[in-house]
C-alpha cells in the first residue's frame, strides 16, 4: 500500500509542487488548503489527471479542531498518516525591527509554532503505532541569514527549525525522522510577486547556480526527506539556496 501524505498549504506554490511531486512518485496525497478551494480542487484535478490518488482537505493549521478534523479524516479514508510535509504559511508583517510591533513579531511566533504543534501532535500517534513516519517543514533561508525587513518570518522559522531537533531527537526511537528544507527566494511563488525586481535581480546574481530556487527544486528535496532513501538522515537543515549561502 502507497505512503498517505499530508501536505499543509497545498493549494498553489511550493505546497502544490510537493503535492503534485510526491503523488507523482506514487504517495496517496491530501491538499490541505485553509480558504483557496478552488485552488486546491484544480490541485487534486491535476493529480487525479495524471494517474494519482489526492482528496482537497479543508483546516485552518493554527486551529486544533481544524487539525483534528483533517488527521480523523485522512485515518477514516485511508487509515493514517505517513508522511507530514508542513508547509502552510500564514502571512507576516515585511517591515523593520526598529518599525515592528509585538502583535506583528509575537502574533508571527505564535501562529508558526502553533502551527507546527497542532499538525506534529495530531500525526505522530500512527507514525508511533507503525514505527515509521516522515516529518518535514519548510522553512527559509532567513531562519540563518538575515534580510532587511525579514524579521518576522525569519525569527519565527528559526524557532521552528530547534523545534524540529527537539522532535528529530525524541521520536528517532519510533523510526520517525524529522527534517527541514529551507529554501532561498522561491520563484513563481508570492515572493517574487512582492519584492522589487532589482532585489529578484540582486538575489539571483548573489546566488551561484545565477537564478532564484524553483517550486519543483524545493519539491525535490522534500520528495527526498519523505521518502525511504532518507531513512537515516533526521534533525537535519536542508537548504536549496543555489548555493547562495554555505555553511
Ligand atoms: N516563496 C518563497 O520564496 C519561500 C522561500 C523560502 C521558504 N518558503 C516557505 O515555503 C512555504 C510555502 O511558501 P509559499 O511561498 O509556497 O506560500 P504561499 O504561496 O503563500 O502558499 C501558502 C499556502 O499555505 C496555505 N495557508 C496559509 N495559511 C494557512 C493556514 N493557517 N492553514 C492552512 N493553510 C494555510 C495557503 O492556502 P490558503 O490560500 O487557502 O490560505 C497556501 O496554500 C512556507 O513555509 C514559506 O515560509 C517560501
Not at 13 to 36: D, F
Not at 154 to 166: D, E, I, N, S
Request: charged share 20%; aromatic share 6%.
Amino acid at each position: 500500500m502507497s505512503y498517505v501524505a499530508v501536505v499543509t498549504g497545498a493549494s498553489r506554490g511550493i505546497g502544490e509542487a510537493c503535492a503534485t511531486l510526491l503523488a507523482e512518485r506514487g504517495m496517496r496525497v491530501v491538499v490541505n488548503y485553509r480558504w483557496s478551494r478552488d485552488e486546491a480542487d484544480a490541485v487534486v484535478t491535476a493529480i487525479r489527471t495524471a494517474g494519482g490518488e489526492a482528496f482537497a482537505a479543508q483546516a485552518d493549521v493554527t486551529v486544533p479542531d481544524d487539525v483534528d478534523r483533517l488527521v480523523g479524516d485522512v485515518r477514516d479514508r485511508w487509515g493514517g498518516v505517513d508522511v507530514l510535509v508542513h508547509n502552510a504559511l500564514a502571512p507576516f508583517a515585511m517591515t523593520s525591527f526598529q518599525d515592528i510591533t509585538w502583535e506583528q513579531l509575537g502574533g508571527k511566533l505564535d501562529q508558526e509554532m502553533h502551527a507546527a504543534f497542532l499538525v506534529t501532535k495530531a500525526v505522530i500517534p500512527d507514525m508511533i503505532e507503525r514505527r515509521r513516519g516522515r516529518l518535514v517543514y519548510l522553512s527559509t533561508g532567513l531562519a540563518r541569514q538575515p534580510r532587511p525587513g525579514m524579521i518576522a518570518l525569519g525569527t519565527a522559522k528559526a524557532a521552528l527549525g530547534q523545534f524540529v531537533r527537539f522532535v528529530a531527537q525524541e521520536l528517532g526511537q519510533h523510526g520517525i525522522t524529522a527534517n527541514v528544507v529551507a529554501p532561498s527566494t522561491v520563484d513563481q511563488t508570492w515572493a517574487t510577486e512582492k519584492l522589487d525586481t532589482a532585489l529578484i535581480e540582486q538575489i539571483a546574481a548573489a546566488t551561484p547556480l545565477g537564478r532564484l530556487a524553483r517550486p519543483i527544486d524545493v519539491a525535490r528535496t522534500v520528495a527526498f526527506f519523505a521518502g525511504d532513501e532518507a531513512a537515516f538522515t533526521t534533525g537535519s537543515f536542508a537548504p536549496v539556496n543555489g548555493g547562495q549561502a554555505m555553511d
